[in-house]
């Protein structure tokens, strides 16, 4: 299943903001920092990233909904993938 990138604009914020934060904990490691201060930022970038993943999975069964509601036999098979992949991040 293909989801349209601006539709998923909110998710790419989310991903950017991690990646900063990843760069950030990098950064913090080899600045020396105290680990209490590290592992904070490893668990808030850990939480964009599910954030993101879940984003995507809402946005991925939304659509199944409508196509399965406009009689796409396809979106049956896509909404059990999607259910998968939800069930990875869980």
């Known amino acids: 299943m293909q989801i349209a990138t601006d539709t998923l604009a909110d998710v790419i914020v989310r991903l950017r903001r991690a990646q900063g934060q990843i760069g950030g904990v990098i950064q913090m490691i080899e600045d020396g ?18 954030r993101a993943g879940f984003k995507i999975i809402a946005t991925g ?18 909404r059990e993938q999607m259910e998968k992949l939800f069930l990875a991040l869980a």
């Open 61 to 78: 069964l939304q659509q199944c909904i409508l196509e399965e509601r406009d009689g796409s036999g396809q979106a049956v098979v896509d």
């Open 33 to 50: 920092r105290d680990c209490k201060d590290i592992v904070t930022q490893l668990a808030a970038a850990s939480r964009a990233l599910d």
